[in-house]
């Protein structure tokens, strides 16, 4: 019985063996052929001057796979290139009418608990920036130091919400908040000078001393219709 059932997996084993091969051999053979049929058609096969219909037929069909596959590959390619650029036009639009909007409302009053259209307090003042570029915030600062993705100071851009605790001493906790413009400027509610102003983080380095974390809410947040 053993000895049957060696012999069995000896058969097994030689007939998978020839298997192997014998798609071995197609592999090779079809492999050979194509490259053979493309040399000709291409005229690198100066030893061949001619070749069948059948062959050139077969040649024809592969090479209009090929084309078709590679222009589908470029229409999605390039597809995905506008959206690309069109998310990125859209974000920095609303980047632009954010910023806008903020230096429209430069020298108006600081009025504690005010959110305009005249006077405004800090949080009242982001939250009506904002708003006119279709994004709801919290009223208060400490809410809206919640909303978006945190950003340090190396890694603020313009259009980011930075946070501040200027109690007179300092406990970490947030109760002041502006708009980043860029080159190490923000726009807020100013409490000290009495209005909405800019202010340079390095000229004020008490601002800096005070800086908390940013907030990027302009791809977190959804919008709502703008005012204006």
Same mark, same amino acid.
């Given at each position: /019985?053993?000895?049957?059932?060696?012999? *069995?997996?000896?058969?097994?084993?030689?007939?998978?063996?020839? !298997?192997?091969?014998?798609?071995?051999?197609?592999?090779?053979?079809?492999?050979?052929?194509? $490259?053979?049929?493309?040399?000709?058609?291409?005229?690198?096969?100066?030893?061949?001057?001619?070749?069948?219909?059948? $062959?050139?037929?077969?040649?024809?069909?592969?090479?209009?796979?090929?084309?078709?596959?590679?222009?589908?590959?470029?229409?999605?390619?390039?597809?995905?290139?506008? *959206?690309? /650029?069109?998310?990125?036009?859209?974000?920095?639009?609303?980047?632009?009418?954010?910023?806008?909007?903020?230096?429209?409302? *430069?020298?108006?009053?600081?009025?504690?608990?005010?959110?305009?259209?005249?006077?405004? $307090?800090?949080?009242?003042?982001?939250?009506?920036?904002?708003?006119?570029?279709?994004?709801?915030?919290?009223?208060?600062?400490?809410?809206?130091?919640?909303?978006?993705?945190?950003?340090?100071?190396?890694? *603020?851009?313009?259009?980011? /919400? !930075?946070?501040?605790?200027?109690?007179?001493?300092?406990?970490?906790?947030?109760?002041?908040?502006?708009?980043?413009?860029? $080159?190490?400027?923000?726009?807020?509610?100013?409490?000290?000078?009495?209005?909405?102003?800019?202010?340079?983080?390095?000229?004020?380095?008490?601002?800096?001393?005070?800086?908390?974390?940013?907030?990027?809410?302009?791809?977190?947040?959804?919008?709502?219709?703008?005012?204006?």
């Amino acid at each position: /019985m053993s000895f049957l059932k060696n012999i *069995l997996l000896l058969i097994i084993t030689i007939q998978l063996f020839v !298997v192997v091969q014998l798609f071995i051999i197609k592999e090779w053979n079809l492999r050979t052929y194509f $490259d053979h049929t493309y040399k000709i058609v291409t005229f690198q096969n100066t030893s061949s001057n001619k070749v069948s219909n059948k $062959d050139f037929l077969r040649y024809a069909l592969m090479k209009t796979r090929v084309e078709k596959d590679l222009k589908s590959y470029r229409k999605n390619s390039l597809q995905n290139q506008f *959206l690309t /650029m069109t998310s990125c036009y859209a974000n920095n639009t609303i980047e632009r009418k954010v910023e806008l909007y903020a230096k429209n409302l *430069l020298g108006k009053k600081y009025l504690w608990g005010a959110t305009g259209p005249n006077k405004f $307090d800090c949080s009242g003042f982001t939250q009506k920036v904002y708003r006119t570029a279709g994004i709801d915030l919290p009223r208060v600062s400490r809410e809206q130091a919640k909303v978006g993705a945190y950003v340090t100071y190396e890694n *603020l851009q313009r259009g980011d /919400m !930075v946070f501040f605790d200027t109690n007179r001493k300092k406990v970490g906790k947030v109760n002041h908040v502006g708009i980043y413009l860029g $080159d190490s400027k923000f726009i807020h509610a100013s409490s000290g000078n009495k209005k909405v102003v800019i202010t340079n983080f390095n000229e004020r380095r008490y601002y800096k001393n005070r800086f908390l974390w940013g907030r990027r809410i302009i791809k977190n947040l959804k919008r709502s219709k703008p005012l204006v």
